[in-house]
């Protein structure tokens, strides 16, 4: 009686030597949702004394951290949370994820073996997506839960429809910082590269959301930003916007396509 062979065997071993990450960005995004988010009433209300700090300064540096509508639930949620400190969790666990999918198991000699028991490239670079897409909707579905069990008792008077939206978004730019690292990772072979990318098209899209906030002449650079595209029509406030999700998703499909080809075009362990 033949063996059979375990479905998705690279996804079930990028998951299983994932676990110890997982349960530590998951606590991280937990930790930085319950520092933030409770604050609000105290902070973020339109007669805190930080709404009326924030009142004070420069349209332009208010607008560059995006603060304009801190004084709301939604505007304060998505300033604190949704775009910098879980912006900046996300794209690292992103980083990291993707990179080990080719890149630092290039390096550390594994890959090398597991192409030599006949397993494809493509076969490689979806199964590591698919294990890295995974775990970035579990972190993406454990914040938008923390978020609503926090909206009645920080008052942020958030709908679940419009938290469903931002967590798409924010979902989106996960997977393009990931998928970035895996194309470059797949193409390059060496994990510095793959980190550059993941979290460099993360630095650049926030730098052009920043510069396309300055004024209306410069607007144009925000439809450039992948950060643009999931938060300037504000979806924790406004819900939905198909566009933007659209351009993240075909943007982070179109880099591990990239990735397959480039993979399948190279000699490995060179």
Do not use: C
């Not at 990931?178 to 994990?191: F, H, N």
């Amino acid at each position: 009686m033949t063996e059979r062979t375990p479905t998705l065997p690279l996804f079930r071993a990028a998951m299983n030597n994932g676990r110890i990450s997982t349960v530590l960005w998951s606590a991280g995004i937990l930790a930085a949702i319950s520092l933030y988010l409770p604050l609000y009433p105290s902070i973020g209300g339109a007669n805190s004394q930080m709404a009326r700090l924030i009142a004070e300064l420069p349209k332009q540096l208010v607008a560059t951290i995006g603060y304009t509508d801190i004084a709301t639930g939604a505007g304060y949620a998505g300033a604190t949370f949704y775009g910098l400190a879980g912006f900046a969790i996300i794209v690292i666990a992103a980083t990291a994820w993707g990179t080990g999918t080719t890149a630092s198991a290039e390096e550390d000699g594994e890959l090398v073996l597991v192409l030599a028991h006949g397993v494809s490239r493509t076969r490689v670079v979806l199964e590591g997506t698919l294990a890295t897409a995974v775990r970035l909707v579990w972190l993406v579905t454990l914040s938008g839960a923390a978020v609503w069990a926090l909206n009645d008792p920080a008052q942020l008077e958030l709908r679940a429809a419009n938290v469903t939206a931002v967590s798409a978004a924010f979902l989106g730019l996960g997977l393009i910082s990931a998928a970035a690292a895996i194309a470059a990772g797949a193409i390059l072979g060496r994990r510095t590269p793959a980190i550059s990318a993941g979290a460099g098209v993360a630095v650049i899209a926030y730098i052009l959301n920043a510069l396309g906030s300055q004024s209306a002449t410069l607007q144009w650079l925000r439809t450039l930003s992948p950060y643009g595209w999931a938060y300037q029509h504000r979806p924790l406030a406004t819900g939905v916007d198909w566009g933007g999700l659209a351009l993240l998703y075909g943007l982070a499909l179109t880099l591990i396509v990239v990735a397959v080809v480039g993979f399948n075009r190279r000699d490995v362990g060179r």
